[in-house]
């Protein structure tokens, strides 16, 4: 008999990996959501998203990449942090989280094995994501100023969160190939988000090299050489409508950065207020 644990908010049961359309919550897929199987059924998929709810509802089930669906699934069932064993785990690619017509996107690396990979929210339930919600809630973007589980309550406004990959890697390492798989779920991101995009905010060096790659792919003006990551580096954009957008950089929310005071909680607050406000930030 198939194992079911109790959702830690609702109490309702699910399998791990969770089905789509099961009932959990944010949960953007139904059962007839077309699923990927390839790069080039990503590349159809994204590029025929009419939205970010339909976007999002593919990404959530895509199985483009085996090494990750192995991965993520084998955490989902057999996995599992201790402090988690008797949970249920998404075990599926992270949907994006936030406002659909924010003015800011946030791009990450990839989720957690425990974390995104648990609860099926962008950067959820580890500790990584109690930095990042802490500061979000601070700057005036988060509902709250945590984020523990889907149907929690958490909420955003004017910034969406999204990944350069999009499913748990073993060992926080996508290979060159998955990232580019994945490249197009982003690369539709932005250009769905362009007409009303003010910046895209980068924690990391792959999250920066992912936005400047699905910038280019879009047609964007990217300076060149390209542009190198750094904390609070800024580098202009152009959209072939004429529409400026600023790719700011962030060293990432990692336990080893904020740990070791590499990214302080005021750090963070400046850069995310900068793109709040449109000025820069002090390097």
């Not at 483009?64 to 690619?93: D, I, K, M, N, T």
């Not at 957690?112 to 994501?129: E, I, Y």
Request: proline residues 11%; glycine residues 14%.
């Amino acid at each position: 008999m198939e194992r079911l644990d109790p959702h830690p908010l609702t109490g309702d049961l699910f399998p791990s990996p969770v089905p789509p359309g099961g009932g959990w919550p944010g949960d953007p897929a139904t059962t007839a959501t077309p699923v990927a199987g390839t790069a080039a059924a990503v590349r159809r998929l994204a590029a025929g998203s009419t939205g970010v709810p339909e976007l999002q509802a593919r990404v959530s089930v895509c199985r483009a990449c085996p090494r990750l669906v192995r991965w993520r699934e084998e955490v989902a069932r057999s996995g599992r942090r201790a402090s988690f064993a008797h949970q249920p785990y998404w075990g599926r690619p992270g949907p994006s989280f936030g406002d659909p017509g924010a003015e800011v996107l946030l791009v990450g690396l990839a989720p957690a094995a425990n974390g995104t990979n648990r609860t099926g929210r962008m950067f959820t339930g580890d500790s990584s994501g109690d930095f990042l919600y802490a500061a979000l809630h601070r700057t005036g973007y988060a509902a709250l100023p945590t984020s523990v589980a889907s149907g929690d309550g958490q909420a955003l406004a004017g910034i969406r969160i999204v990944a350069a990959v999009r499913c748990a890697p073993p060992n926080n390492a996508p290979t060159p190939a998955e990232k580019e798989t994945c490249s197009a779920w982003l690369q539709r991101d932005l250009e769905l988000a362009a007409p009303r995009l003010r910046a895209i905010l980068c924690l990391g060096a792959i999250g920066w090299g992912a936005a400047v790659a699905a910038a280019r792919g879009l047609g964007w003006t990217v300076p060149s050489p390209r542009p190198r990551f750094g904390h609070a580096a800024e580098v202009p954009l152009q959209t072939p409508e004429g529409r400026g957008i600023r790719l700011v950089g962030c060293y990432h929310v990692s336990p080893h950065n904020t740990f070791t005071g590499r990214l302080t909680p005021g750090m963070l607050d400046d850069v995310l207020r900068s793109v709040r406000g449109g000025g820069g930030v002090a390097p």
